[in-house]
């Protein structure tokens, strides 16, 4: 009769895994004879087959501890009624099994299995089998592994040298990925810090959540370069606030959307040049540019880098706008403009949204050689405190204050070369859509708050000095009233009838010519300034020649000093050379005799202090 299976050893305490999902031969129906009992009575179990291991795929594995493949053993009861088993005969795997992963077999000290852990779990196999043919390491090696040991072919200087170079060739391979990776995590980090300095400012009025789930739907959205929203939906969205970290992206679907519904004429429109053609090209502002980088932002962290990172941005932005608009070229309040742009986006999309400011807004207006763009605006800010401030007005026309003096930066540079960021970038959400017309209401807002304090000042000074330095530094309060106030304001329907009104003004003054009364006191004034200006030469002459006297008696002074230092410098020697005779003297009288002494000191009488006999008085 054929063997039965052995029974475990259930006392072992060795629980062996379940083998992969492949058969190396068919499963062999054995006979399970029982002692106790007849053998017409004896029932046969159905053994199951537990899964086993494709040889192939121990042979490619490399990492014994991660492949490992054990064998489950049959327990006593997948037997019927618990009763003993004859041995089986156990297959050759089953053997290299027990002879590798078996803490009962010991064939040599050095390979008991002692890390229970690897017993318990098995990792799983990667569901991705790499291709045998892939791989040259493998091409070379495997028919040799393949092999006994004994038989393998002995490999040649051509087999090994392949092996080298394929090893060395994965090698560099691999150091290139690394650095790859490498520069890629470097410019990542690089990008987010640089968007961290960008964006260092603080908020005004922060924005919801609600809000900012509504802005990311509206700026991911797939039509939105195409498809015109609800302009009423845009704006009650812009009041509720814009996110910081969206800003920019905002910025582009504002300007898009505008373009949908206010599509201008063709001969309005910008010049449809590249961007990076015109960094080709050179441009005859690039001094002025140059000059002007270090004065736009110079304290905040991007842009005081000289020629860093900010600085490059913002001269290539403002070189290729000027090449653009040769009419307008290049204007210094651009570059604050341009650089809240750069805060937000990228070049190429701060220069779109420049140019969406400029031709599409209408701002350019104001940067032409003329100017006359930019005194309408004067004009409609005076008419406006005129109507709804007339105090401050009236305060303004005392002290002689027009409005150039200080709002002219406020328009040129929409607030940014003042006023914080956060509420610069506030003003921008709402010019991006209203255009020019929130300038005015965020200057009359501003000198609306600060009425009181500017009525105090009593002098010229004063009052220039309190609205070019202390009105904007705003606190966060006064920053949210402001823009709560301006969301509020509508004023359209008045700038328009001021600026119709400063162009009949100007065609009556050009129809009728000056008043009689001005040109008479024009005439007088002309000839109080010749008068001053012959004066004014007159006493520069005068002057002139004064200091040239002054310059000559100086040198005069000068000589005599030198002269008299010298002297004193003389005596001084003089008196010590005189001290040393003296001395001499008193040593050499010391030494003579007495009676010689008489005879020196009769002698010294006789011929007196200069060394010459006196001659004696002649008698009458």
């Known amino acids: 009769s054929p063997p039965a299976f052995p029974d475990d050893d259930l006392e072992s305490g060795q629980h062996f895994r379940r083998r992969a999902h492949t058969f190396s031969h068919p499963p062999v129906r054995k006979r ?18 537990q899964q086993s291991v494709n040889p192939e795929l121990l042979q490619t594995s490399n990492n014994g501890e991660g492949r490992k493949r054990t064998l489950s053993s049959c327990s006593n009861d997948s037997l019927s009624g618990g009763l003993p088993q004859t041995p089986r005969r156990v297959s050759w795997r089953q053997k290299i099994f027990l002879r590798v992963a078996s803490p009962m077999n010991k064939p040599s000290g050095s390979m008991q299995h002692t890390d229970q852990s690897d017993t318990t779990e098995l990792l799983p196999l990667s569901p991705h089998t790499s291709d045998p043919g892939l791989d040259p390491l493998r091409r070379l090696l495997s028919p040799m592994h393949d092999q006994p040991y004994d038989k393998r072919p002995k490999r040649t200087a051509a087999d090994y040298r392949a092996l080298w170079k394929t090893a060395i060739h994965q090698q560099i391979l691999l150091l290139r990925m690394e650095k790859e990776n490498q520069r890629l995590e470097e410019a ?48 009650r969205a812009l009041c509720q606030g814009v996110p910081k970290s969206r800003r920019g992206e ?129 004009y409609q800010l005076s008419r406006l405190l005129h109507d709804y401030h007339r105090d401050l007005y009236t305060h303004f026309e005392e002290h002689e204050i027009c409005p150039s003096l200080y ?41 609306s708050s600060h009425e009181g304090e500017i009525v105090e000042c009593d002098g010229f000074e004063s009052i220039v000095d309190y609205l070019k330095t202390t009105l904007p530094n705003l606190t966060q309060a006064q920053m949210e009233q402001t823009i709560a106030k ?43 300034n010749v008068q001053l200006k012959k004066q004014n030469m007159e006493l520069l002459e005068k002057l002139q020649a004064a200091r040239q ?26 008196e010590q050379e005189r001290a040393s005779y003296q001395k001499t003297i008193e040593r050499m009288r010391s030494c003579l005799p007495p009676d010689v002494l008489t005879d020196v000191e009769m002698t010294q009488i006789k011929t007196g202090p200069n060394g010459k006999a006196k001659t004696a008085a002649k008698k009458p």
């Open 188 to 235: 990542s980090r690089d990008e987010l810090h640089i968007r961290k300095v960008k964006l260092n400012y603080q908020e005004v009025c922060q924005c919801s959540q609600e809000a900012q789930a509504l802005w990311e739907k509206k700026v991911t959205a797939p039509g939105r370069t195409t498809n015109p929203q609800d302009k009423e939906e845009i704006y």
């Open 250 to 378: 905002v910025w582009l679907f504002l300007s898009h959307q505008h373009r949908l519904h206010h599509r201008l004429p063709q001969r309005q429109q910008a010049p449809d040049t590249p961007y990076q053609d015109l960094l080709k090209q050179l441009t005859a502002q690039q001094h002025a540019i140059l000059v002007d980088l270090g004065r736009t932002f110079p304290t905040h962290q991007y842009f005081s880098a000289q020629l860093g990172a900010g600085q490059l941005s913002l001269y290539n932005l403002l070189k290729a706008y000027s090449l653009l608009d040769t009419e307008v070229g290049y204007c210094q309040g651009v570059s604050f403009v341009a650089g809240i742009l750069l805060l937000h986006m990228s070049e190429e999309q701060a220069f779109d949204t420049l140019k969406f400011l400029m031709y599409d807004l209408g701002i350019r207006r104001q940067y032409r050689p003329d100017m006359v763009s930019l005194q309408i605006q004067m």
């Open 407 to 447: 709002a002219a930066p406020w328009f040129l540079t929409l607030f940014a070369s003042q006023f914080p960021l956060g509420f610069v970038s506030r003003i921008f959400d709402f010019v991006l859509v209203q255009g020019t017309e929130v300038i005015f209401k965020v200057a009359l807002c501003l000198l």
């Open 32 to 49: 399970i004879s029982f002692e106790s009992q007849p053998t017409n009575q004896t029932k046969q179990a159905p053994l199951r087959r």
């Open 486 to 528: 301006v969301m509020e304001m509508d004023i359209s329907k008045q700038l328009h009838a001021y600026e119709v009104e400063y162009h009949v003004l100007q065609d009556e003054m050009l129809e009728t010519g000056p008043p009689p009364d001005d040109s008479d006191r024009l005439d007088r004034l002309e000839k109080t």
């Open 549 to 574: 006297k002054i310059q000559s008696l100086e040198m005069s002074v000068e000589n005599f000093l030198s002269r008299e230092s010298k002297m004193k410098h003389m005596i001084r020697s003089l």
